[in-house]
């Protein structure tokens, strides 16, 4: 198929389309599909009828929806679902063990002194002879999701994945539908988010769900910032409501500098690199592939956009 991409960028996407037979040319009036780049919707280019379908570079289509630019007479969207699940994954894993073990808070107070306070308060996630394994709750257990399962196995914990529809999720221990989940935020030690951003999971975790987890629990999220309730996020961190937060996404973003969340010591984040541009580099082009040679053959497009759904 002939190709529209308007950056350079983008080389290891670029190499593996070419290399499946695709062309890119220098103009939309000549391609077939546009790569879409940008994050933004603001500069949007107007498509021409030759376009059959929009590849998206990234997960997120909700900017685009928002704007009015994706509908549900669009032609197709294909978004980039499945191309991070080991990159963000192994993200979610490090925010898990930086938290737990206080890397921010020591890097700041940079002093041994409190060494014996923050020993007794660190977490772990393995399981020390006669102890309970420690329960990670999983919302959201999709590419991702399935992938951080696969890593977290060797730790011993216990999973629960909580997904839309409570269909059973393979190395998990249990499966919750998001509705039938209220149990969940008060068992978990560690909650990780990876859902995506849709009326239902827009602001989730409130106040409410900071008073029901443990005042030893670790929320980590990698799906949305618009997920979490910032403000009350910040409440909770700061009254020791819960233990801590990595963050790998906020609301809003970027995170302003002078920002509550950067100077609370219970509080690691990572300003959403996890899927950014270096590393959708290297996965784009296999998502391409797949979604182009779906359309020649006239099957469905592996990671087509439900613009009712939002993604």
């Keep these: 198929m002939k190709y529209f991409l308007d950056s350079d960028d983008w080389p290891q996407m670029k ?15 000549m391609a077939q599909v546009y790569i879409n780049t940008a994050v933004s919707a603001e500069n949007f280019p107007d498509l021409p009828a030759n376009i059959e379908f929009v590849q998206h570079n990234f997960s997120g289509v909700n900017q685009f929806i928002n704007a009015g630019i994706l509908t549900e007479d669009s032609i197709p969207w294909c978004n980039a679902a499945g191309a991070f699940a080991q990159p963000v994954a192994e993200s979610a894993l ?29 977490a772990w996630l393995y399981t020390p002879r ?15 999701g399935q992938e951080l399962i696969s890593m977290l196995k ?11 529809s409570g269909r059973a999720v393979a190395g998990a221990d249990e499966t919750h539908s998001l509705v039938d989940a209220t149990s969940v935020w008060s068992d978990a030690d560690f909650i990780v988010l990876i859902m995506p951003l ?5 602001g989730m975790v409130d106040a ?39 963050l790998e996404v906020v609301e809003p973003e970027p995170l302003p500098d002078d920002h509550p969340l950067w100077g609370l ?12 541009p270096h590393v959708a580099d290297l996965h784009m082009g296999r998502i391409f592939n797949e979604n182009a040679a779906a359309w020649e053959k006239g ?8 613009p009712k759904a939002g993604y």
């Design 94 to 122: 490090a925010l898990l063990l930086s938290q737990s073990h206080h890397h921010k808070r020591i890097a700041l107070e940079a002093t041994w002194d409190g060494r014996d306070e923050i020993d007794l308060s660190q």
């Design 265 to 276: 010591k219970n509080c690691t984040i990572t300003p959403h690199m996890g899927a950014g």
């Design 15 to 29: 190499a593996d389309i070419d290399a499946a037979g695709h062309e890119q040319v220098d103009s939309l009036d």
């Design 154 to 164: 060797p730790f011993g914990v216990h999973i629960t994945a909580v997904n839309r």
């Design 130 to 144: 006669g102890h309970e394994p420690k329960r990670v709750a999983i919302f959201g257990a999709g590419g991702i």
């Design 299 to 306: 099957k469905p497009l592996p990671t087509q956009v439900d």
């Design 208 to 246: 409410e769900k900071f008073r029901a987890m443990k005042n030893t629990a670790i929320l980590v999220n990698v799906g949305r910032g618009q997920l979490v309730n910032t403000d009350d996020l910040v409440a909770a961190l700061r009254t020791g409501e819960i233990a801590g937060a990595g």
């Design 198 to 202: 849709t009326e239902e999971t827009e």
